[in-house]
C-alpha cells in the first residue's frame, strides 16, 4: 500500500496592517518562485477590488505550496471583526495557525480577539513578528506584548540580528547559530554563521529559556536537564514540537516579509512544529440515520469532504473550496451531498493558488481543495462517498449584530429590478452564509442583515460588481406597537338602508389592558340572544382587523381584551359584514377612553468589553436609555448584560468597534416591549403624520 501524502494546513490570522497577506505571498515566492510577482504585490491573494479599495482581507483565500515533500495549504483569513465568520470556518478546516503581530505595533487588542478565536479551537499556533525590516521595530518588545495581552507563554524560537534597514538576520535559538539573510541567492534562504559577539549573552540567555520550556513538554526530558543541563538539539525540536501541539507556549519568530527575510525558517517550523492532519486521528458526523459515527483520517478510507467557501462568478460559474477529511477523490468520481440527498460528478477537481485553480487529477485525505459547477453545494455541506454517507456538523451560525432595509433605487421599474434582485442575493448568499436576508413581518421591510456595516456595505459593492444590481440601504424602523393603559365601554353600531334589503349591527364592548405579551383576547358574554351565536365571530373578526392598526400612529395595537356583553339585531338586515363593521367601530370608539400609548422594541444585549473600557461602554449604554442588568467577570472580559431600545442600538455595532478599539462585541435579540417616554412618543407620532402614515385621532395619556 502507497505511503500517504503529508500535508500541514494552516491558517494566518493578524490584526490590520501586521502583513499578513504579505507574508502569505512571500511564503510561496520562497518556496515556489515561479509562481508569484517579484514586486512583493499581494495581488494574487487581495484580488477582489473590495479588497484593493479597503487595504485588506475580506475573504478567506487558499494558496499552497509543495516544500521538501510536504505539500502546505495555507488560508490567509480575514483580520477584520465584520469577516469572523469566514475567519472561523477556516480555523474549522485546518490543524495550525500563524498569528501575525506588526515588529512596531506588538500585540494588539484586536490580536487578543483572533487569539480567543484560536483558543476556542485548541488551535496549536506559531506567532510571528513581522515588519522587522522596519523603523522603531522592536522583536523582543513585541513578544512582551503577545504575553500581556494574550495572556500566554511566549517562546522566542530566534533573536534578530539588527533591525530595521540594519536586519541582516537572526540567531536560530535552537542551534545556536545565526542565519544570514540574502546570502545564497535564494528569495528567503540564508547561509549559517557563528553567533555575533556582542549577542552572544543574549541569545545565550534565550537558549537556556528555551531549552527549559522543551524540557517541561517530557518528563524525560525534565529528569536529563535537571541532572545535565542540557538538551542535545534534537530534544529541544521534539520538545518544542510537543509544546505547540499541545498548546504549553507559544514559539515566536522574526520575519520580513516585504523583503522575504525568515521565509525559509516559516516554512521550516510549520512543517517541524505545528501538526499533520493525522494529529486528529478522527473525523466525526453523523451516518445516513442520524446516529453519530467516527472514521478515520485516512486516504484508505470512504471519502468525506466539507465546504467552507463559495465563489460564484459569471464566467466561472460556482467554485467550492473544501477540506477533504478522508478517503482519496480522483477526477470522474461520484459524490454525494448529504443535505440534498443529490450526487454530483467530478468532471474536474483543482488545487486553489489565489484566485487562479489549477487542475489536477486526484487528492487525498488532509488536502484543501475545489471543484466547479456543483450543483447546490452550500457552505457547510458534506460531500462523501454514495455507499458510506457521514454527514459533519455545520459551521456554526455568526452573530448578526446590525441590519439595513434594501430598497430599490427611485426612478426604475421595481418589478423587474426586484426579480434581478432576488437572483443576485440568492448568489450572494451562497457565496456568505454570515449574510441573511429576510423580510419584517412587523413593518414589511426587506432587511439586510450582517456582522457590521462594513459586511453590508461589501455585500452592496458586490451586487453592483458581479450581477450589476443596484440598492440603497437605509436604517430600518422600529417595529412600534401601540396599547391601552385603562378600561372603557363602547358601542359599534352600523345601520345602513338602501331602499331594499340593508345592513344592520349592533354590539357594546368591554375594553381593558392586558399584560405585556398578552396579545388580542376575545370574551363573548353575551346572553339571551341579542346577538346572534352566528354573528359573534363577525365581531371578533371585525375587532382584530381595526386592531391592524392603532389610534395614534397607525401601528398595531396589542395587549388588551374586548368582552362583548350586549348588543342587537334585525331579522333581516342583519349579516356578518354588519357585525364585522360594528365590532370594528365599536373598538375605534372606546379607544379614546382607554388612554392609547406607544409601545418600542426593547433589545437584550450582551456586551463583552475590556475590564479598562467598562466605564466608557456602560456610560454610552445609559446614554442610549439602556439599563444594566447584570455584569459577569470573564477571563476574556467583563459581559455587560443590559436591554436598551431598538431605535437607539441599531448603529451599535461600529459604534462599539470604534469605542473599545476593535476588542468589544455583543450578540443582541429581541426582549420585550415597553412604553415609550411621552416626549419621545410625541415626536414619533408627528414623524409619522408628517410622512403621511397616519394622522392622529386621539390624545396620547398623560
Keep these: 500500500m502507497a505511503e500517504e501524502k503529508h500535508f500541514r494546513n494552516v491558517v494566518l490570522v493578524a490584526h490590520d496592517g501586521a502583513g499578513k497577506t504579505a507574508l502569505t505571498e512571500s511564503l510561496v515566492r520562497c518556496a515556489a518562485p515561479g509562481r508569484t510577482k517579484s514586486d512583493g504585490s499581494t495581488s494574487r491573494l487581495d484580488a477582489d477590488p473590495e479588497e484593493t479599495k479597503r487595504n485588506f482581507t475580506l475573504t478567506t483565500h487558499a494558496t499552497y505550496v509543495d516544500y521538501h515533500g510536504t505539500t502546505i495549504n495555507l488560508l490567509d483569513a480575514p483580520g477584520f471583526t465584520d469577516c469572523f465568520a469566514e475567519t472561523e470556518r477556516a480555523m474549522a478546516v485546518v490543524e495550525g495557525g500563524l498569528l501575525l503581530v506588526s515588529a512596531t505595533l506588538g500585540a494588539k487588542h484586536q490580536t487578543e480577539q483572533h487569539w480567543n478565536l484560536i483558543s476556542d479551537r485548541a488551535l496549536p499556533c506559531i506567532a510571528v513578528v513581522n515588519r522587522m525590516d522596519h523603523e522603531r521595530a522592536g522583536f523582543l518588545r513585541a513578544v512582551d506584548s503577545l504575553e500581556k495581552t494574550l495572556g500566554v507563554r511566549p517562546v522566542p524560537l530566534q533573536l534578530p540580528i539588527g533591525s530595521g534597514p540594519s536586519l541582516k538576520g537572526v540567531i536560530d535559538l535552537v542551534s545556536m547559530k545565526a542565519h544570514l539573510y540574502g546570502t545564497n541567492g535564494k528569495y528567503g534562504g540564508w547561509r549559517p554563521a557563528p553567533v555575533p559577539p556582542e549577542l552572544l549573552q543574549e541569545a545565550t540567555t534565550l537558549h537556556t529559556k528555551l531549552m527549559e520550556a522543551a524540557a517541561e513538554t517530557d518528563d524525560k526530558l525534565v529528569e536529563k536537564y535537571l541532572d545535565v543541563g542540557d538538551l542535545s538539539e534534537e530534544e529541544i525540536r521534539r520538545g518544542i514540537a510537543d509544546g505547540t501541539r499541545n498548546r504549553r507556549f507559544l514559539p515566536v519568530l522574526a520575519t520580513a516579509a516585504r523583503i522575504g527575510h525568515g521565509m525559509q525558517d516559516v516554512l521550516e517550523a510549520i512543517i517541524e512544529y505545528l501538526p499533520a492532519p493525522s494529529y486528529i486521528p478522527t473525523v466525526t458526523g453523523a451516518d445516513a440515520h442520524g446516529v453519530s459515527q467516527t472514521r478515520k483520517r485516512s486516504a484508505y478510507e470512504p471519502v468525506c469532504a466539507q465546504a467552507f467557501r463559495n465563489t460564484i462568478d459569471h464566467f466561472v460559474g460556482r467554485l467550492t473550496a473544501?477540506?477533504?477529511?478522508?478517503?482519496?477523490?480522483?477526477?470522474?468520481?461520484?459524490?454525494?451531498?448529504?443535505?440534498?440527498?443529490?450526487?454530483?460528478?467530478?468532471?474536474?477537481?483543482?488545487?486553489?493558488?489565489?484566485?487562479?485553480?489549477?487542475?489536477?487529477?486526484?487528492?487525498?485525505?488532509?488536502?484543501?481543495?475545489?471543484?466547479?459547477?456543483?450543483?447546490?453545494?452550500?457552505?457547510?455541506?458534506?460531500?462523501?462517498?454514495?455507499?458510506?454517507?457521514?454527514?459533519?456538523?455545520?459551521?456554526?451560525?455568526?452573530?448578526?449584530?446590525?441590519?439595513?432595509?434594501?430598497?430599490?433605487?427611485?426612478?426604475?421599474?421595481?418589478?423587474?429590478?426586484?426579480?434581478?434582485?432576488?437572483?443576485?442575493?440568492?448568489?450572494?448568499?451562497?457565496?456568505?452564509?454570515?449574510?441573511?436576508?429576510?423580510?419584517?413581518?412587523?413593518?414589511?421591510?426587506?432587511?439586510?442583515?450582517?456582522?457590521?456595516?462594513?459586511?453590508?456595505?461589501?455585500?452592496?459593492?458586490?451586487?453592483?460588481?458581479?450581477?450589476?444590481?443596484?440598492?440603497?440601504?437605509?436604517?430600518?424602523?422600529?417595529?412600534?406597537?401601540?396599547?391601552?393603559?385603562?378600561?372603557?365601554?363602547?358601542?359599534?353600531?352600523?345601520?345602513?338602508?338602501?331602499?331594499?334589503?340593508?345592513?344592520?349591527?349592533?354590539?357594546?364592548?368591554?375594553?381593558?389592558?392586558?399584560?405585556?405579551?398578552?396579545?388580542?383576547?376575545?370574551?363573548?358574554?353575551?346572553?339571551?340572544?341579542?346577538?346572534?351565536?352566528?354573528?359573534?365571530?363577525?365581531?371578533?373578526?371585525?375587532?382584530?382587523?381595526?386592531?391592524?392598526?392603532?389610534?395614534?400612529?397607525?401601528?398595531?395595537l396589542v395587549d388588551f381584551r374586548v368582552r362583548c356583553f350586549d348588543g342587537s339585531y334585525h331579522a333581516v338586515d342583519s349579516s356578518e359584514m354588519a357585525f364585522r363593521i360594528a365590532g370594528s367601530l365599536a373598538l375605534k370608539n372606546a379607544l379614546p377612553e382607554a388612554r392609547p400609548v406607544l409601545l418600542e422594541p426593547m433589545m437584550k444585549l450582551d456586551v463583552t468589553v475590556p475590564e479598562e473600557m467598562l466605564g466608557d461602554v456602560i456610560g454610552d449604554l445609559t446614554a442610549r436609555r439602556g439599563h444594566v442588568v447584570g455584569m459577569e467577570p470573564t477571563p476574556r472580559g467583563t459581559i455587560i448584560r443590559a436591554v436598551a431600545p431598538h431605535a437607539e442600538v441599531m448603529t451599535y455595532a461600529p459604534e462599539l468597534r470604534s469605542r473599545t478599539q476593535g476588542m468589544g462585541y455583543f450578540s443582541i435579540e429581541f426582549s420585550h416591549y415597553e412604553e415609550v417616554p411621552g416626549q419621545l412618543s410625541r415626536k414619533i407620532i408627528e414623524e409619522r403624520t408628517k410622512s403621511g402614515a397616519k394622522k392622529m385621532k386621539v390624545q396620547l395619556a398623560q
Design 322 to 556: 473544501l477540506r477533504l477529511f478522508s478517503g482519496t477523490l480522483k477526477v470522474g468520481a461520484t459524490v454525494l451531498n448529504t443535505r440534498t440527498r443529490t450526487e454530483e460528478h467530478l468532471a474536474h477537481l483543482f488545487k486553489l493558488d489565489g484566485s487562479t485553480p489549477i487542475e489536477v487529477k486526484q487528492v487525498e485525505a488532509g488536502d484543501i481543495f475545489a471543484m466547479m459547477k456543483l450543483k447546490d453545494t452550500h457552505i457547510g455541506d458534506t460531500l462523501c462517498d454514495p455507499a458510506n454517507a457521514l454527514t459533519l456538523t455545520p459551521f456554526a451560525e455568526p452573530r448578526r449584530v446590525i441590519a439595513y432595509v434594501l430598497k430599490s433605487p427611485s426612478g426604475i421599474d421595481a418589478g423587474k429590478h426586484e426579480e434581478k434582485l432576488a437572483s443576485a442575493l440568492h448568489k450572494l448568499l451562497e457565496e456568505d452564509p454570515a449574510l441573511v436576508l429576510e423580510r419584517d413581518v412587523q413593518t414589511g421591510e426587506v432587511l439586510l442583515k450582517g456582522m457590521g456595516q462594513v459586511h453590508i456595505e461589501v455585500a452592496v459593492e458586490k451586487l453592483k460588481r458581479k450581477f450589476d444590481v443596484d440598492v440603497e440601504l437605509s436604517l430600518p424602523h422600529p417595529a412600534y406597537r401601540e396599547t391601552i393603559t385603562q378600561k372603557a365601554t363602547a358601542q359599534g353600531r352600523y345601520k345602513r338602508q338602501t331602499g331594499g334589503k340593508g345592513q344592520y349591527g349592533d354590539c357594546h364592548i368591554h375594553l381593558e389592558p392586558l399584560p405585556r405579551d398578552g396579545g388580542v383576547a376575545f370574551v363573548d358574554e353575551v346572553r339571551g340572544g341579542a346577538i346572534p351565536k352566528n354573528f359573534i365571530p363577525a365581531v371578533e373578526h371585525g375587532i382584530r382587523e381595526a386592531a391592524h392598526e392603532g389610534p395614534l400612529a397607525g401601528f398595531p
